[in-house]
Every structure is written in structure tokens, then in C-alpha cells.
């Protein structure tokens, strides 16, 4: 076979520094857009993005010659900058050190899209602290509680 086919599709997500409530509606999506071009120049382009106060998911098709940690860290230090950018309240902004990145099936994209795109009723029941603990655990990844929050 002369071609390399490749689709990694990454589920995403990491909270604000010690999960501090910063991202607030009149930033929302214009966060969501510079962060989709960050990807896109990545080659990795997201199919679904969203946040609340204090996380966000993507879900992005992972390019077959990056490194997950070499696109988080491009997508955690641009939007960064980006977000110290937008006025006095976010010039202490902060992602936390670490992240989550859950291997996704094509066959589980759609519920995968789906618990994306209801974060915010999801999270009127369920804090982020909870919320990755059970992805952690539905993706059988151990963890010490002692190094997975900042």
C-alpha cells in the first residue's frame, strides 16, 4: 500500500486553572473560533467544540504526523494568549497543567458529539471534578487524585 490512511479522533478536555469559573458568555465563542483555527493550522481540525465557566471539550480529528501532547500544548498556549487578549478580568487566565485526551470510534462520534454539545445542563447536575473521574474511569485510564487537579 503506497498511502498512509489515518483518523485518530481525540476527545479533548482540561478545566481553567484550579477550575476557576473565567469563561464567560461574551468570550464564549469567539474562544470556540480562535481555537478551531488553532486546530485547523494544526492539520487536526475539530469537528465539535464546546466549554462552560470553567472546562472545555473538543473533539478533533487527531493529523497522523502530530503528537497529542504537541497539539494540546499549541492549543492550550494560543488560546491563552488569545484569552489574556481580551480585556483586564482575563489577564490572569490560565489553563491547568494537564488534560485529558479519550481515544474516540468512529462508531461513538455521534454520542460523543452529543454529551459535547450538552455541557451545560450536563454540568447544572455534575461538577468537572466528577465528570472526568468517569472519564477516566469509562476509558480505564488509572489516575492519582493527588497530581489531577491544579
Not at 478536555?13 to 464564549?28: A, G, L, N, W, Y
Amino acid at each position: 500500500m503506497s498511502q498512509s490512511l489515518v483518523k485518530n479522533l481525540i476527545h479533548l478536555v482540561f478545566s481553567t486553572k484550579e477550575r476557576v469559573p473565567v469563561i464567560q458568555d461574551d468570550v464564549r465563542s469567539s474562544l470556540h473560533e480562535y481555537a478551531d483555527g488553532i486546530l485547523c493550522d494544526l492539520n487536526s481540525p475539530p469537528l465539535l467544540m464546546n466549554s462552560v465557566r470553567d472546562h472545555i471539550h473538543v473533539l478533533f480529528i487527531l493529523h497522523k504526523t502530530k503528537s497529542a501532547s504537541d497539539v494540546v500544548m499549541e492549543f492550550k498556549r494560543g488560546t491563552s494568549i488569545w484569552m489574556k487578549e481580551q480585556g483586564p478580568r482575563y489577564r490572569e487566565f490560565y489553563w491547568q497543567a494537564g488534560y485529558g485526551a479519550f481515544s474516540v470510534s468512529q462508531s461513538a462520534v455521534e454520542n460523543v458529539t452529543k454529551y459535547i454539545a450538552n455541557q451545560e445542563s450536563h454540568h447544572a447536575r455534575r461538577t468537572f471534578k466528577d465528570e472526568f473521574r468517569a472519564l477516566c474511569n469509562r476509558h480505564e485510564i488509572d489516575f492519582d487524585e493527588r497530581y489531577v487537579w491544579d
